[in-house]
């Protein structure tokens, strides 16, 4: 998961297999963004889920949220080599003004 | 989609000097913010600027720091003197408006900022 870790999480997988990433966060939140950024390229939303939704899906991509236990997952179905990138939750820490608050991330590494 | 515009995309100078980084944000948005990545790390909150005053900024938002936007230019972070632990990557963004579920952003692709 993506708080209360060190460094950054890491992971290598072929091309057709699925893959799900956690998050955990540390104050209460209304919704979850996550975020994939590619190499070079600025952080993109790619999926949004909120607290009085359990479940959101978006293509081949799908969100959970437990806001008892105060963490997300994004998992994503046959993978493509377009997938690799560091997927980030986000979360609005209770002060919209302060814009949003990034996990350590999660980078994902698809292999034709 | 709407696009963030950074520049330059990577700048290298002398601890001590200034150096002001440029952003173009998606047009019609109205919140701006600057955000600050060391490489491993978590990207970081620095400063959110709107209606032409910063709103918020956060404790990595030194005194050496400051943001402006003047009438129809970029939104600029400027750092002045710089120190070594500035190096980082800086990502601008802006969302079109602030709140509860509202606050997407759209980032930029950074600038990478080295200071030897």
């Known amino acids: 998961s993506q708080w209360g870790e060190e460094n950054l999480q890491a992971l290598s997988i072929q091309e057709g297999e699925d893959v799900t990433m956690n998050c955990s966060y540390k104050?209460?939140?209304?919704?979850v963004q996550w975020y994939r950024q590619k190499s070079g390229k600025g952080p993109a939303l790619i999926i949004l889920?909120?607290?009085?939704?359990r479940e959101k899906r978006s293509g081949r991509l799908r969100a959970t949220l437990d806001t008892s236990s105060q963490s997300s997952s994004l998992s994503i179905t046959g993978t493509l080599a377009t997938d690799t990138a560091v997927y980030f939750c986000a979360t609005e820490e209770g002060n919209y003004a302060q814009g949003l608050t990034f996990g350590l991330g999660t980078r994902v590494s698809v292999f034709p | 989609g709407p696009k963030v515009l950074q520049i330059p995309s990577h700048q290298i100078i002398d601890m001590g000097q200034m150096v002001t980084l440029n952003c173009d944000p998606v047009?019609?948005?109205?919140?701006f913010y600057w955000y600050k990545q060391i490489l491993g790390q978590q990207m970081e909150f620095l400063v959110n600027f709107y209606n032409g005053k910063v709103m918020e900024k956060s404790k990595l938002f030194k005194d050496q720091f400051s943001v402006e936007r003047p009438d129809g230019s970029y939104f600029t972070l400027k750092i002045q003197p710089t120190a070594l632990e500035d190096s980082a990557v800086y990502f601008c963004?802006?969302?079109?408006?602030?709140?509860?579920?509202?606050?997407?952003?759209?980032f930029g692709a950074g600038t990478r900022l080295s200071v030897l």
């Open positions: 104050t209460y939140t209304t919704v």
């Open positions: 963004a802006s969302s079109p408006r602030l709140g509860e579920s509202q606050n997407t952003l759209y």
């Open positions: 047009s019609n948005h109205l919140y």
């Open positions: 889920i909120r607290s009085n939704e």
